[in-house]
Structure formats: C-alpha cells, structure tokens
C-alpha cells in the first residue's frame, strides 16, 4: 500500500475539525446541559435547548467528518475510507448523523434514538482523537519533514 504525502493545510484542517466537532460534541453533552441544569433552569428550557443545539452539532460533526475523509482520501487513497480504522470511523459519523436526521425528521420519531445516535458519534469522534492523524504514515519516507 503506497501513502501519498499530506500536504501541511490538510494536517492542520484535520486537526482542526477533528478539536470542533468532537468537542463541541463532548461539550454540549457534558458540560453546558448539566451546568444549565444546575443553574437553576427549568428542566424542559434545558431540553429545549438541547433540542435546538443537538442538530446543530450533529451537522457540524457530519460536515468535518467529510472533510476529514477527504484529507485521509487524499493521503492514502479512496480504499483507506473503509479500510483504516480512522475511515471506518469518519464513516460510522456520516451514517449516524444521517439516522440522527431521519430519526427526528418525518421517517420516524425516536426520542432515545436521537440521544443514542448523538452519544455514538461522540464515542466515535473520541476514538478518532485517539488515532493518529492521516500524515503519521507517512513520517518514515525522507521526503516528509
């Protein structure tokens, strides 16, 4: 398998959209609802916001996550998107936000799929943080520095 060079703004728009999208996943859930619960807000204001916000975070997650796969396209190819754990990842997003939509659009209606779909891409998105990004395979070739 020959990796292709990354060039140095799809390093940084990796990085970048990755920090975005699984942190403001990560912070909506677990620290601006409960901080607004604690504060004193009422709890359907509380789920009104999450309501409004959640979608909003999802989208967000479901435009990185493309943008993330066509950095890793562009490094190691078309085959690497189901292939590479980071790909199978960036896939799993796309699905989940896409039943994410369907779940609280007009195909049916699931409170708890919602919640459950939302959490699973932020599970998916801190298990990406953990990989490394598309340009470490290509470290040991003389030409990257």
Request: net charge positive.
């Amino acid at each position: 398998m020959s990796d292709r060079p990354v060039n140095q703004a799809g390093i940084i728009s990796w990085r970048l959209a990755q920090t975005f999208w699984v942190g403001g996943l990560w912070l909506l859930q677990f620290v601006m609802l409960p901080t607004l619960g604690k504060i004193g807000l009422a709890p359907l204001l509380v789920e009104e916001i999450a309501g409004t916000l959640r979608p909003l975070l999802v989208g967000f997650a479901a435009f990185c996550a493309v943008l993330q796969a066509v950095v890793l396209m562009q490094a190691q190819g078309v085959r690497s998107l189901w292939r590479d754990v980071r790909g199978q990842l960036l896939l799993a997003v796309l699905l989940l936000a896409a039943s994410h939509f369907a779940a609280g659009g007009q195909l049916f209606e699931s409170a708890r799929w919602l919640l459950f779909s939302y959490l699973v891409i932020g599970l998916c998105g801190l298990m990406l943080v953990l990989q490394e990004p598309p340009r470490a395979a290509s470290l040991g070739s003389p030409r990257a520095a």
